[in-house]
């Protein structure tokens, strides 16, 4: 066998002076949240409780979340994870301070998605449904938006 003879190696040096990384992103903070609907209920969407949830009333107009950061950001990069995510998509449109970073379909996967977006610099970020998600179900659910724990929602360059 290859490894036949070799002698296990447990010394580890010094712990290094600088740190062995450079964060590159962080976490953006929001400060507060308003939605179409339920706006009541929007915090839940970044509570950090898998339990909790937002979702709006079923009707296009009012499928949109706004989350106030608390201090003007440069936003690249979206992170969440939507109803139902692993057999719909959902087409989106997200808005630093009304200017468009992103539209496309949400992919359908295992849990959270990232939208990568362009990099624009804001105190505001929009998320919204553009049209009815692929669902294609027997629920009866034409437009649906709902949010499940966007903790870590907004991401900037550092």
Same mark, same amino acid.
């Given at each position: 066998? !290859?490894?036949?003879?070799?002698?296990?190696? +447990?010394?580890?040096?010094?712990?290094?002076?600088?740190?062995?990384?450079? !964060?590159?992103?962080?976490?953006?903070?929001?400060?507060? *949240?308003?939605?179409? *609907?339920?706006?009541?209920?929007?915090?839940?969407?970044?509570?950090?409780?898998?339990?909790?949830?937002?979702?709006?009333?079923?009707?296009?107009?009012?499928?949109?979340?706004?989350?106030?950061?608390?201090?003007?950001?440069?936003?690249?990069?979206?992170?969440?994870?939507?109803?139902? +995510?692993?057999?719909?998509?959902?087409?989106?449109? =997200?808005?630093?301070?009304?200017?468009?970073? +992103? /539209? @496309?379909?949400? !992919?359908? @996967?295992?849990?959270?998605?990232?939208?990568?977006?362009? !990099? /624009?610099?804001?105190?505001?970020?929009?998320?919204?449904?553009? $049209?009815?998600?692929? @669902?294609?179900?027997?629920?009866? =659910? $034409?437009?649906?938006?709902?949010?499940?724990?966007?903790?870590?929602?907004? *991401?900037? =360059?550092?």
């Amino acid at each position: 066998m !290859p490894d036949q003879g070799l002698k296990p190696e +447990f010394r580890r040096g010094p712990t290094p002076l600088t740190p062995s990384f450079k !964060p590159t992103r962080r976490s953006l903070e929001i400060e507060s *949240a308003s939605a179409g *609907a339920n706006s009541e209920k929007a915090t839940a969407s970044y509570d950090d409780n898998e339990l909790s949830a937002w979702a709006n009333d079923g009707k296009l107009t009012t499928a949109w979340i706004r989350y106030d950061l608390r201090e003007e950001s440069v936003v690249n990069e979206v992170n969440l994870k939507l109803n139902n +995510f692993r057999t719909r998509t959902y087409p989106l449109r =997200i808005k630093v301070d009304n200017k468009v970073v +992103f /539209e @496309g379909e949400t !992919p359908k @996967g295992l849990g959270y998605c990232n939208l990568i977006c362009k !990099p /624009e610099k804001g105190k505001t970020v929009t998320i919204e449904l553009m $049209g009815e998600n692929s @669902g294609k179900d027997d629920s009866n =659910i $034409g437009v649906e938006m709902g949010v499940r724990n966007w903790m870590t929602v907004l *991401a900037g =360059i550092t």
